[in-house]
């Protein structure tokens, strides 16, 4: 027998011999079949040929947003073991996790796009009896109005617009006040938008004068921790977060949190229940414990803890490469949406001869391939101090013991153009 390649491999079997020697000694009930030694599992990542990054980023679509950490993804293989009732799981998830998270009642989704549908579903089925099966096609005669800010449009309103909404825009106050007709179903607030005019407690307080509810779409806003009841405390009727964001959760879950009787009709329409807009946005019972582990884990962990931690990682990257000439290092924290230290090294073109987009393209083609935040090169908008000379390293998804690559891959590419 060959010698064990990996620690893992060793205390896998180790496990199995405790599991036999108790058994031989009748000292131990027999153990489920299922339960006990369960194989590591083949690397499809490496059995299909895909290549695994180095996450310097953030929590990216694009990029399979977290990595879960061990305790959820322990809870993902334990729940990956015994079948359930579906709607059972779904109902006491949604139980416990609105207890966590200090609001009425909670549903988990399949990420915030699903619950942005689920929950704009829920809308219109209040508003309009019959709309579940007729969303979003045979609406004739429907209330299907959503209020916006014209600043909060964006990327995700196509998961509202899933349901036959249109969006009434708004800018003022006096036009959102004058926005509200007998179509209205719910307003839509974008939490992270930076330019709106109207604030959430005016949004809110005007919606609810005319009776209509009120969607803060919070998905990746987390941290602080206390985000994940703040909105829901202000008054909104619903809200989401992403799972696989900053609670690092499996990606394909989200929370939809809120009022009871919205979440209710979110649930009517959503997966298993067939002819509704939900129904293709299953979330298996792997993501739903997922989720609801992810959400312990993350309760588990401090803001300060967290920070101080992002800054640490922060910190030693920037140490390997003091002393590039004309480099400056930085810590920045975006206001709202991925609002955690992020390091920013900024330094004279002139002088190290390799744009920041040249040095992300030559990490993301380096082995380990890494990939750097998408502000690397240009301007951060509101969100982070960056521009074009600027090289933006997303810490807070590397893995232990990745900084040290990241560190050393940079100051390899910047020492070598500095001399150039
Ligand atoms: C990421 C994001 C979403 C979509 O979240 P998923 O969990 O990927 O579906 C929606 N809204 C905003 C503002 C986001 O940042």
Redo the contacts with the bound molecule.
Sequence with gaps: MDAFKTRRDFFGWARGLVAVGGLAAGGVEAAPATSGREPEGEDYYDKLGVTKIINAAGTY?FLTAAVMPPPVRAAVLAAARHPVRLEELQRKAGEYLAEKLHCEAALVSA????A?TLGTAACMALANPGATHAMPTEMEGMKNEVIVQKAHR?E?DHALRNCGITFVQVETMDDYEKAFTSKTVMTHF?N?AQHGEIGREDWIRVAHAHGVPCFN?A??DVPPISNLWNYTKMGFDLVTF????GIRGPQNA?LLLGRKDLIELAAKNNNPNGDTVGRGMKVAKEQIVGMVAAVDWFLSQTDAGMEAEFRRTADRIAAHVKGIPTLESSIAISPV?NHVPHLLLKYDQQRVKISPREVAKTLREGNPPIELNPYTGRNGDQDLPSDENTIVVGVWMLQPGEDVIVGRRLKEVLTKAASA
């Design positions: 679509t990420g915030a796009a699903s942005l964006y995700y974008f992270a779409d998905a990746a992403s799972g696989g964001k989200g949406a």
